[in-house]
């Protein structure tokens, strides 16, 4: 084999390498958007309950998974009952309340 065809061999394989490479990075952002979009689906909910307590609202929410109570600490945008959401977790975690 020729230095010049192992040249060539070795150019085409650099030129392929980041063409795969964008093309699994675009396959693998498809994925992850369609499991996103499920995982939004999923959580999704609609309010049953709302109370105003103040310096926050509880919520109970309708979901696939049962009910949920939630709080939020932003009274001055209520959601009425009937209101279709998007549940996500806050940054401090979770907190489990007991019946």
Do not use: N
């Not at 675009?26 to 369609?34: C, F, Y």
């Not at 499991?35 to 709302?50: F, P």
């Not at 279709?84 to 309340?97: F, H, M």
């Amino acid at each position: 084999m020729s230095i010049r065809l192992q040249l060539l061999i070795v150019a085409l394989t650099t030129l392929v390498l980041p063409w795969a490479g964008c093309q699994y990075a675009r396959e693998l952002e498809t994925a992850l958007r369609d499991s996103q979009e499920k995982s939004l689906l999923a959580s999704a909910g609609t309010i049953a309950k709302a109370s105003y307590l103040g310096s926050h609202r509880e919520y109970s929410i309708d979901t696939v998974a049962g009910p949920l109570f939630a709080t939020c600490p932003r009274v001055e945008r209520p959601l009425g009952v009937g209101t279709a959401v998007a549940l996500s977790l806050a940054a401090r975690g979770v907190i489990v309340v007991g019946d």
